[in-house]
Each structure stands twice: as C-alpha cells, then as structure tokens.
C-alpha cells in the first residue's frame, strides 16, 4: 500500500517536496504524473539501494528523488518548479525484478502558478 502525499499550490519558481510512504519493501520506487487531457508520464524512480536513481529530461537537474527506508518512505523535492509541471502526482512501486509498476498509490495534486 502507498500514501502519496504534500501536494499543493504553489508559484513558479517555488518549490514542494512530495512523500510516499510505503507499508513494505519494493524493489524500485517511481513517481509518475499525469495532467489533464495528457497521459500519465514518468518522472523520476529510485532503487531500494538508493544506489540507482532515473530522471525524465523535462524534470533532470529541478528534481532529487530520495529515500529513508528506515521509515519505508520515498521523497520527490521539486525546485524551479514551472506551471507545466501542474499535474496529479503518483507514486508506484514494483515489488520484484521484473514486475513492473504493480503498487499504486492515490494521486496529490501539484498545481503552479505562473
């Protein structure tokens, strides 16, 4: 199970930090975004290791995905935050090698203002 939250309104320029607090362990965790009339588009993922992290170009250099698994909790700070970056954020979860994105959380709403 995954809770997604620290969504909000903020101004061009601002920045936000997102969490998703996970109930277990998973092999990667990613967050994706989806604005309306658009697809849902990947963002950002992070290996349980933290060793390995992956950007989309449109957010490389504004956004750091982190992780504490100590709190089984990964992180999403945005920065130099622009107004298409307006969208539902969500963050997923594969389990295993392989499985591909099989834990979705609900979505928290990122709405910039220019």
């Known amino acids: 199970q995954l809770q997604a939250s620290g969504g909000g309104l903020v101004q061009a320029g601002g920045s936000l930090r997102l969490s998703c607090a996970a109930s277990?362990?998973?092999?990667?965790t990613g967050w994706f975004r989806q604005a309306p009339g658009k697809e849902r588009e990947f963002v950002a993922a992070?290996?349980?290791?933290?060793?390995?992290?992956y950007y989309a170009d449109s957010v490389k250099g504004r956004f750091i995905i982190s992780r504490d698994n100590a709190k089984n909790t990964v992180y999403l700070l945005m920065n130099s935050l622009k107004p298409e970056d307006t969208a539902v954020y969500y963050c997923?979860?594969?389990?295993?090698?392989?499985?591909?994105?099989?834990?979705w959380g609900q979505g928290t709403q990122v709405t910039v203002s220019s």
């Open positions: 992070i290996s349980w290791s933290s060793i390995s992290t």
């Open positions: 997923a979860a594969q389990s295993d090698l392989g499985s591909g994105y099989n834990y």
């Open positions: 277990g362990r998973s092999y990667v």
